[in-house]
């Protein structure tokens, strides 16, 4: 680890001007926001994210779950993934997203680790975790070693030559599943940002994974009213039963009206270079049987793009079992 300068924000204008004094997001950001930690601090070890300045922001206010006027929740950026689970709103309103926070890490991190931190988690590709590796997300231009390297666990959607880096977040993919937007506060002021926009495929530039410019700090994150009649499920598939990361997982919100579907909201992880939401999936759910002969073919157009590697073949079929059983589930 390096030496940098650690600086605590008293409020949201002071972690934001802080922030502003990184470098370009191409050059690489030299002032890191810090909350939980539970990321930031083992890529700082690793001399992977190399900051100058560190930003305390556990002391903003931006740790409550709020239900709004018009029916939709406010998620504050420092709402802890065990408050978040818990929460009596989301278990009961957006059961998907407690399912996936509690199918994340380990009680402990649960306890430290953040909504905001949650959105910006790094991949865990061992390449880009391994300076001696060349990594065109950690060091643009240096290649990708994970193409012809150790390649099993990394993603078969959203790849490119430079990068298939999988995005290893089990929240964001329920998040992405429910049609979240994201609350921004900057230099520039404030914006909202849809989920689906605010993760960028790496191209040929991996190492922007966000939309967010220096000095960017998530304030919080809204989702939509609860619709009455959903059924949500999010299911993993992993090596093992605890803190292990997906090799394939599916966020489903539903609703069977008359035996057949009326609303579908899909999304996977696992097998994305970011949360992978599956407008294709969706459009062969609508108004189609309830049935698993028809989840399956949903399925098939979930991944009809996907593009495996040497080792990761086997990533297709099992996201596709993934989704149409996930299918299964929430209408069963």
Same mark, same amino acid.
């Given at each position: 680890m390096e030496m940098f300068r650690?600086?605590?924000a008293a409020d949201v204008s002071q972690a934001i001007a802080a922030g502003a004094q990184a470098k370009t997001a191409q050059q690489g950001a030299q002032v890191r926001f810090i909350a939980g930690g539970t990321t930031l601090l083992?890529? !700082?070890?690793? =001399?992977?994210?190399? %900051? @100058?300045?560190?930003?305390?922001?556990?002391?903003?206010?931006?740790d409550k779950v709020e239900k709004l006027a018009d029916g939709?929740?406010?998620?504050?950026?420092?709402?802890?993934?065990?408050?978040?689970?818990?929460?009596?709103?989301?278990?009961?309103?957006?059961?998907v997203l407690s399912q996936a926070l509690l199918a994340g890490a380990s009680g402990q991190l649960r306890n430290m680790a953040t909504t905001g931190g949650?959105?910006?988690?790094?991949?865990?590709?061992?390449?880009?975790?391994?300076?001696? !590796?060349?990594? =065109?997300?950690?060091? %643009? @231009?240096s290649g990708c070693s994970a193409i012809e390297g150790d390649n099993r666990s990394l993603a078969i959607l959203g790849t490119s030559k430079d990068c298939i880096a999988t995005n290893p977040s089990d929240m964001n993919v329920a998040l992405a599943a429910l049609e979240a937007v994201i609350h921004i506060q900057g230099v520039k002021g404030e914006r909202a940002v849809a989920i689906a926009d605010f993760f960028l495929v790496p191209g040929s530039t991996p190492q922007r994974e966000t939309v967010l410019e220096p000095g960017d700090l998530i304030t919080h994150v809204t989702?939509?009213?609860?619709?009455?009649?959903?059924k949500q499920v999010y299911l993993k598939l992993r090596d093992r039963a605890s803190y292990?990361?997906?090799?394939?997982?599916a966020a489903v919100v539903v609703e069977v009206t008359g035996g057949k579907v009326s609303y579908a909201r899909v999304a996977l992880g696992g097998v994305g270079t970011k949360p992978w939401r599956s407008v294709e999936a969706e459009k062969v759910l609508l108004h189609g049987a309830a049935g698993e002969t028809h989840f399956r073919a949903a399925a098939e157009a979930a991944l009809k793009g996907a593009k495996a590697q040497s080792e990761n073949g086997f990533k297709v079929e099992l996201a596709k079992r993934c989704l149409t059983h996930a299918l299964v589930m929430a209408t069963g």
């Amino acid at each position: 680890m390096e030496m940098f300068r650690f600086v605590k924000a008293a409020d949201v204008s002071q972690a934001i001007a802080a922030g502003a004094q990184a470098k370009t997001a191409q050059q690489g950001a030299q002032v890191r926001f810090i909350a939980g930690g539970t990321t930031l601090l083992d890529l !700082m070890k690793l =001399n992977v994210e190399k %900051p @100058g300045q560190v930003v305390d922001i556990n002391r903003l206010r931006l740790d409550k779950v709020e239900k709004l006027a018009d029916g939709r929740l406010k998620i504050g950026a420092l709402v802890r993934n065990s408050d978040l689970a818990h929460d009596p709103a989301v278990v009961k309103d957006y059961a998907v997203l407690s399912q996936a926070l509690l199918a994340g890490a380990s009680g402990q991190l649960r306890n430290m680790a953040t909504t905001g931190g949650n959105l910006l988690q790094r991949t865990r590709c061992l390449y880009f975790r391994n300076e001696a !590796m060349a990594c =065109n997300k950690r060091e %643009p @231009g240096s290649g990708c070693s994970a193409i012809e390297g150790d390649n099993r666990s990394l993603a078969i959607l959203g790849t490119s030559k430079d990068c298939i880096a999988t995005n290893p977040s089990d929240m964001n993919v329920a998040l992405a599943a429910l049609e979240a937007v994201i609350h921004i506060q900057g230099v520039k002021g404030e914006r909202a940002v849809a989920i689906a926009d605010f993760f960028l495929v790496p191209g040929s530039t991996p190492q922007r994974e966000t939309v967010l410019e220096p000095g960017d700090l998530i304030t919080h994150v809204t989702l939509p009213a609860p619709r009455a009649n959903a059924k949500q499920v999010y299911l993993k598939l992993r090596d093992r039963a605890s803190y292990e990361f997906a090799l394939s997982s599916a966020a489903v919100v539903v609703e069977v009206t008359g035996g057949k579907v009326s609303y579908a909201r899909v999304a996977l992880g696992g097998v994305g270079t970011k949360p992978w939401r599956s407008v294709e999936a969706e459009k062969v759910l609508l108004h189609g049987a309830a049935g698993e002969t028809h989840f399956r073919a949903a399925a098939e157009a979930a991944l009809k793009g996907a593009k495996a590697q040497s080792e990761n073949g086997f990533k297709v079929e099992l996201a596709k079992r993934c989704l149409t059983h996930a299918l299964v589930m929430a209408t069963g």
